[in-house]
T-cell receptor
Framework: GAVVSQHPSRVICKSGTSVKIECRSLDFQATTMFWYRQFPKQSLMLMATSNEGSKATYEQGVEKDKFLINHASLTLSTLTVTSAHPEDSSFYIC????????????FGPGTRLTVL | GQNIDQPTEMTATEGAIVQINCTYQTSGFNGLFWYQQHAGEAPTFLSYNVLDGLEEKGRFSSFLSRSKGYSYLLLKELQMKDSASYLCAVSDSNYQLIWGAGTKLIIKP
């Protein structure tokens, strides 16, 4: 149980285009989903916390107009990188927290974004 | 501020034992997690400690001392597949995970 999927796993796009990444909890309902970014050889950096039915809470330094997050249901959250630039190239990982548990986060497999 | 410290890199020999330490200073404490992350993959859950003491799970054990703000992950009978980064994360008063930078473990034959 507690499986989280992400789609796509890899994406290559041209500078200036927008990319949407989906995060789904497959066998549980997640009131809260988290979006992380990880640059090579660095640790996870939390970008935003997404609660179902409400606006996402962004970490300091993360542009909410550039990284659009939608959490429309208890099993789906999306991250859209708008007008992507090469510096947005990174590994994007989502995680989901069970309704009944405040602590453990279950991670998706990640999405490797490369902006040319 | 909130801070998680762990060594950047460690090297160990196949079949041996290695201990990866983690010290933390956070606003509140609701448990400490250890995750394993292979290169290019997402983290996978290893252990969770919220009370003091040792939690054993197969070849991996995790220890917590809340008074000292200290934890360690102990890996026994090391295998080549254990080569990975090991991330320490603390759940703070808001149940937000505060992440360490990770320890890259290199296993040599």
């Amino acid at each position: 149980g507690a499986v989280v999927s992400q789609h796509p796993s890899r994406v290559i796009c041209k500078s200036g285009t927008s990319v949407k990444i989906e995060c789904r909890s497959l066998d549980f309902q997640a009131t809260t989903m988290f979006w992380y970014r990880q640059f090579p050889k660095q640790s996870l950096m939390l970008m935003a916390t997404s609660n179902e039915g409400s606006k996402a809470t962004y970490e300091q330094g993360v542009e909410k107009d550039k990284f659009l997050i939608n959490h429309a249901s208890l099993t789906l959250s999306t991250l859209t990188v708008t007008s992507a630039h090469p510096e947005d190239s990174s590994f994007y990982i989502c995680s989901a927290r069970l309704m009944a548990s405040y602590n453990e986060q279950f991670f998706g497999p990640g999405t490797r974004l490369t902006v040319l | 501020g909130q801070n998680i410290d762990q060594p950047t890199e460690m090297t160990a020999t196949e079949g041996a034992i290695v201990q990866i330490n983690c010290t933390y200073q956070t606003s509140g404490f609701n448990g400490l997690f250890w995750y394993q992350q292979h290169a290019g993959e997402a983290p996978t859950f290893l252990s969770y400690n919220v009370l003091d003491g040792l939690e054993e799970k197969g070849r991996f054990s995790s220890f917590l001392s809340r008074s000292k703000g200290y934890s360690y992950l102990l890996l026994k009978e090391l295998q080549m597949k254990d080569s990975a980064s090991y991330l320490c994360a603390v759940s703070d008063s808001n149940y937000q995970l505060i992440w360490g930078a990770g320890t890259k473990l290199i296993i040599k034959p």
